[in-house]
């Protein structure tokens, strides 16, 4: 565990304009801050400065992405301003703790040896930063993941040559997912295409490497397109973790963001690092913001930043066996380029859920909670929920779980024992549907099964 006392991860520059995807970005790496924070914190298995260190992380990227000014207009303005809402309640929620924390030191509480658990009863709860929700940037399924720990585990890099060490040492922190992948191939309901081809490239290939060799050598890189919210990086993230991959995970959009001015030197890094720790897969989100035909518009960061992407491309597979994937995932694959399009051989539609996988996901979400749906309701709530997102459902679904809660007055709901709170039903599903609407439109899903159809793989 680490016990280092840095306060400011010091890796953005807040305050500046940003997008609604920077903004993400900042309050994605204060929850996996805030995260580590409170398993240290909550398990007792830990010092409070331990908990204090990673809070004050949490705090720090949470402080940077508020500061920022962010220049969205529409449905985006309206999404960071809700994030932003979020990322506030958090930002208190975090500093209350650390006081509470450093006022438990101050009393003597940090003496060598003695836990966190051994003196739970000086500490006030940390419930309420549950409540306030400090919640993941993307919908998160009901399993409860192990925290991640940005510091465990991470792969020496100072002997590697030619590359910039400190960067490299920014992206194993804030790129590459150090072990706590945790989504297996059972997680990801349907897609059984995308998982067969995936295995294809990448599981069977490390199984048999001298089969797929020559012709049979594996493609290097893979497009996962479709409407939001279906499960692409789910996707990526499984096939990292069934293959023991490194896991390097960017959203392109923050190449120029985030990252400003280091974009062109974080893609050679980041390809250098991958091909010295394969097998790995890099996982571009949004590549339309990098790779797309916008010619004469682009601006010369961005266009510096594509040509080392693929430049690096190509080069990444000198030897025979080298087991780098590259997976790009879209909403907008008609904006790609013919030199991106050439490199992503398989081109695979990532479709809105059909009716059994909205049944098997519903399933899969109320599974956990007492509820009362027969497998009939279960069919009907299935057909009636034609249109929405896999996180639509789980949307739907968190929303519904609230309903037997909501009719509760304030003084029973502080009382009730949890076992008595009456299972969800259909009914709270039907209420949950007046607000929880489907959010893909109709006219994206024509425009990506028309290029499905024309470029997509079905094989
Ligand atoms: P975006 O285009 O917005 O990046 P995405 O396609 O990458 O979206 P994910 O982030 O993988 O979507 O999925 C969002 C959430 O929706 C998941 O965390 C999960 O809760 C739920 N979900 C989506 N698809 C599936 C699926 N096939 N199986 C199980 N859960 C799913």
Not at 101 to 115: D, P
Not at 220 to 235: A, E, I, Q, S
Not at 366 to 372: A, G, P, V
């Amino acid at each position: 565990m680490a016990t280092g006392t840095s306060v400011s991860p010091g890796r953005s520059r807040g305050g500046g304009p940003a997008s609604y995807l920077a903004l993400r970005e900042y309050h994605k790496r204060a929850y996996d801050f805030l995260s580590v924070a409170l398993e240290i914190d909550e398990s007792g298995k830990g010092e409070p400065t331990d908990a204090i260190d990673y809070y004050s992380r949490g705090v720090a990227a949470l402080e940077e992405g508020i500061a920022c000014d962010v220049y969205e207009v529409g449905e985006d303005q309206e999404k960071a301003e809700k994030l932003k809402e979020r990322m506030i309640s958090n930002l208190e929620m975090a500093r209350d703790r650390v006081n509470v924390l450093r006022e438990f030191i101050l009393q003597g509480g940090a003496l060598k040896g003695v836990s966190l658990e051994a003196k739970r009863p000086h500490l006030q709860p940390t419930a309420s930063l549950r409540v306030h929700k400090i919640t993941p940037p993307r919908e998160p399924t009901n399993k409860k993941k192990p925290a991640k720990n940005p510091v465990m585990g991470k792969p020496r890099v100072s002997h590697i040559k030619g590359i910039d060490h400190q960067l490299a040492d920014k992206i194993l922190d804030e790129i590459v997912d150090q072990g706590e992948l945790t989504v297996t191939w059972d997680d990801v309901v349907g897609l059984e295409l995308p998982k067969r081809t995936l295995q294809e490239i990448v599981i069977l290939p490390a199984l048999r490497p001298e089969l797929f060799t020559g012709l049979r050598s594996p493609a290097r890189g893979m497009l996962l397109f479709g409407p939001p919210g279906n499960g692409k990086t789910m996707l990526a993230k499984a096939v990292a973790h069934e293959s023991q991959a490194k896991f390097f995970n960017i959203s392109a959009a923050s190449l120029t963001s985030k990252w400003v001015g280091d974009g062109e030197k974080l893609v050679k890094t980041m390809f250098a690092l991958a091909r010295e720790l394969q097998p790995s897969i890099i996982f571009l989100d949004e590549v339309d913001a990098l790779l797309s035909k916008r010619g004469g518009s682009e601006h010369d960061a961005m266009r510096r930043i594509k040509n080392e992407f693929l430049q690096s491309f190509d080069g990444m597979h000198t030897q025979e066996g080298e087991r780098i994937l590259v997976m790009a995932a879209t909403n907008r694959p008609q904006e790609l380029d013919d030199a991106a399009l050439r490199r992503f051989e398989k081109r695979i539609y990532i479709p809105l859920p059909g009716k059994e996988a909205r049944k098997s996901v519903l399933r899969k979400l109320i599974s956990k909670h007492h509820n009362l749906l027969s497998e009939d309701q279960l069919n009907k709530l299935a057909s009636m929920t034609d249109g929405y997102s896999g996180s639509d459902l789980t949307a739907l679904a968190k929303d519904a779980s609230l309903g037997p809660i909501r009719e509760l007055d304030f003084n029973a709901l502080k009382s009730v024992p949890a076992n008595q709170v009456r299972p969800i039903g259909l009914n709270d599903f039907q209420l949950s549907m007046r607000t929880i609407r489907p959010s893909v439109a109709k006219d994206l899903i024509t425009t990506l099964e028309q290029w499905n159809t024309l470029y997509g793989v079905s094989s």
